[in-house]
């Protein structure tokens, strides 16, 4: 009986196939004999495990479709109209025109990143961000770092390492993604005292857990649940004053970084970066890509010799930040200076984006798409962990199941389309919400929805 294995073609006949020979001008030539190597491989797992040995016609169209994947980067912009304003799996916050162009500037060729231009000296990246951030703040000192995990990292090592830092058991909690603040603290080297209850935290169990060995008390924002009811955490104020009396720091994550009033939108309050600064917390820490609607970072603000104390720690070093991301916050952090954040920052102009305009566009979706779509009342959330239950009052289009179709079918026709379209199924309807789509993706967007209905 002859080997199954044996009929497969060898590396070398599948390099010289004439429909592989022309991918060596779009690839190196070690790159097409390693995936060559790959399809093959597959197919000897398939034959061991039963199946027949395919016919070279077929393994050439398995090359040549595995050489295509490699070819085109995987990360794809997508139009989000989920309505979630902060999709931390759709890549967060999207910058601004001017965030961008920084960040290209700063990407296509030398800056003084790290060099003092006047004295013609090493310089310091962070010197391009501390006074913006502090100016719109109102901190004393200011730093950022790779991300916020990074920042209560960086801030709970520098600081707590092998002492004690105690926290309300409500806040103990997971912002989302695997980030676990007792992990963090745990990995940090700090001791975590957890005080308190889920849902009651007062001042007095803060007070009663202080020991020699406490070094700081740290507040969490709890930021992406809401409990409600019979609930208890004490003001930052409260904790900042009492932190101080006994010689310790109150470290406060609110996760979000918000600096603008929440409330003029119809949204409940989110604590901002201004208020703990002014309720004496000792450094405050916040992501660059939620609210503030800039790039991934984590940005620490807080007293000077604090500030100084992590910026020469080594773990700000292994966790800095690249150019490109120090060049859109400091253009993000402009737009609050100039005052202008609500026109020119994409988070903030969908957040005050009027009922009127998102009407207007969702009845023109639904003209241009045609029955079944119709335009309806909905709600778009912030998310990124800010306003858990909030939502803003808005008009989507929803489709039903339609023409033998069901609604996750559509839904995965719209993701899996020329240029991906992410919606949100609710009640047996899939929702598109003008909200978080760029006005110029409108037209993009009706061309991917009559496609994905098979018009
Ligand atoms: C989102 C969040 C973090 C993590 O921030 P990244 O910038 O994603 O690292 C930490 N703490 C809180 C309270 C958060 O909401």
Redesign the pocket.
């Known amino acids: 009986m002859t080997s199954p294995f044996r009929n497969l073609p060898s590396v070398s006949r599948l390099l010289a196939h004439r429909r592989i020979r022309p991918l060596a001008s779009r690839m190196a030539s070690d790159s097409v004999a390693e995936v060559i190597r790959q399809q093959l491989e597959e197919a000897r797992r398939a034959i061991a495990a039963g199946h027949e040995c395919p016919p070279t016609e077929t393994l050439v169209e398995s090359v040549l479709a595995r050489a295509e994947l490699l070819l085109q980067p995987t990360l794809r912009p997508v139009i989000n109209a989920t309505g979630v304003i902060i999709h931390?799996n759709l890549g967060r916050a999207p910058l601004s025109p001017e965030a961008i162009a920084a960040m290209e500037a700063a990407s296509r060729g030398y800056s003084n990143l790290e060099f003092d231009l006047p004295e013609g000296e090493r310089g310091d990246r962070l010197a391009h961000l501390e006074a913006l951030l502090c100016q719109i703040t109102g901190a004393e000192a200011a730093m950022a770092v790779n991300?916020?995990?990074?920042a209560?990292h960086l801030a709970l090592t520098a600081l707590a390492k092998e002492r004690e830092v105690i926290i309300s058991r409500g806040q103990a909690v997971e912002?989302?993604?695997g980030?676990r603040?007792p992990e963090v603290m745990r990995q940090s080297g700090a001791r975590l005292v957890e005080v308190g209850t889920t849902n009651r935290t007062y001042l007095s169990d803060y007070q009663q857990a202080i020991t020699d060995d406490t070094a700081a008390l740290m507040r969490?924002?709890a930021?992406?649940f809401r409990i409600i009811g019979f609930v208890e955490s004490p003001p930052v104020e409260d904790l900042a004053r009492l932190a101080h009396e006994h010689g310790l720091l109150l470290l406060d994550?609110?996760?979000?970084g918000c600096l603008i009033d929440t409330n003029q939108f119809g949204l409940a309050a989110e604590p901002t970066v201004q208020e703990s600064v002014a309720a004496n917390a000792d450094l405050t820490?916040f992501?660059?890509?939620?609210l503030l609607g800039g790039p991934?970072?984590?940005i620490i603000v807080g007293r000077q010799e604090l500030v100084a104390h992590l910026r020469r720690h080594p773990l700000t070093r292994a966790l800095r930040m690249d150019k490109g991301s120090v060049a859109a916050l400091a253009a993000t952090a402009i737009h609050y200076v100039r005052d202008e954040a609500l026109e020119k920052i994409p988070v903030w102009r969908m957040i005050s984006m009027p009922l009127t305009t998102i009407e207007r566009r969702a009845r023109r979706w639904a003209r241009a798409i045609g029955a079944p779509a119709r335009s309806v009342h909905g709600r778009s959330m912030v998310g990124?962990?800010s306003l858990p239950e909030e939502g803003l009052p808005t008009r989507v289009i929803a489709i039903p199941a339609h023409d033998g179709r069901s609604v996750t079918e559509l839904a995965q026709r719209l993701r899996l389309g020329q240029q991906p379209v992410i919606g949100r199924i609710e009640h047996d309807q899939l929702l598109l919400d003008p909200r978080t789509v760029a006005p110029e993706d409108d037209t993009t967007l009706v061309e991917a929805v009559t496609a994905a209905l098979g018009r």
């Open positions: 931390t991300n916020n995990a990074g209560a912002i989302g993604g980030f603040i969490v924002h930021s992406n994550d609110l996760g979000s820490m992501s660059g890509d939620k991934q970072a984590g990124g962990g």
